[in-house]
T-cell receptor, first 113, second 108 residues
Framework: NAGVMQNPRHLVRRRGQEARLRCSPM?????VYWYRQLPEEGLKFMVY????????ESGMPKERFSAEFPKEGPSILRIQQVVRGDSAAYFC???????????FGDGTRLSIL | QKEVEQNSGPLSVPEGAIASLNCTYS??????FFWYRQYSGKSPELIMF????GDKEDGRFTAQLNKASQYVSLLIRDSQPSDSATYLC????????FGKGTRLSVIA
């Protein structure tokens, strides 16, 4: 499957735990974007990364959230000390350059108990 | 801040009719647009890309861009129940700024 791969598809965490969401971009793509979609809400940009660099993190909450895209391996979105309000679908997208269409993964549904 | 406005709907059309979805934007510098379709519980899927004034046709879909009036629209001809989804428009920027989307319901 040459598409954007996200895992896990579903993640359940208790309040205060850490959540790690992974994203492998489409083959040949080096630009990765993370979006969050709250129930019945639109897609909101969180962060844009290229290999080893954060290009734009203007949509990331200032605390508890971090993202990385290492030289080797998938991009990781990390949420520390999760709260109920973090429950959402988190989508990763990738593109070949910054202005090419973005292709989305199937998302990770995060549920906080 | 660059903003995109869409009527959230739901927009209900009978099967076989033309569905018209509209999107207005605030940034006059936006030159081209993407249309994405998102089925309930699924991820967004790119369906159209328009980069110049006028119309672009792809099968049953026609995207229209009017830069002077700052709106972009998507027409779906011969609507099918399988077209029932939320349609999102976004200017071709990085990062993408989506409208809330218009929920389309095609009634059989």
């Amino acid at each position: 499957n040459a598409g954007v791969m996200q895992n896990p598809r579903h993640l359940v965490r208790r309040r205060g735990q850490e959540a790690r969401l992974r994203c492998s971009p489409m083959k040949g793509h080096s630009h990765v974007y993370w979006y969050r979609q709250l129930p019945e809400e639109g897609l909101k940009f969180m962060v844009y990364l290229q290999k080893e660099n954060i290009i734009d993190e203007s949509g990331m909450p200032k605390e508890r959230f971090s993202a990385e895209f290492p030289k080797e391996g998938p991009s990781i979105l990390r949420i520390q000390q999760v709260v109920r309000g973090d429950s959402a679908a988190y989508f990763c997208a990738s593109s070949g350059t910054d202005n090419q269409p973005q292709h989305f993964g199937d998302g990770t549904r995060l549920s906080i108990l | 801040q660059k903003e995109v406005e869409q009527n959230s709907g739901p927009l209900s059309v009978p099967e076989g009719a033309i569905a018209s979805l509209n999107c207005t934007y605030s940034d006059r510098g936006s030159q081209s647009f993407f249309w994405y379709r998102q089925y309930s519980g699924k991820s967004p899927e790119l369906i159209m890309f328009i980069y110049s004034n006028g119309d672009k046709e792809d099968g049953r879909f026609t995207a229209q861009l009017n830069k002077a009036s700052q709106y972009v629209s998507l027409l779906i001809r011969d609507s099918q129940p399988s077209d029932s989804a939320t349609y999102l428009c976004a200017p071709r920027n990085t990062p993408l700024v989506f409208g809330k989307g218009t929920r389309l319901s095609v009634i059989a």
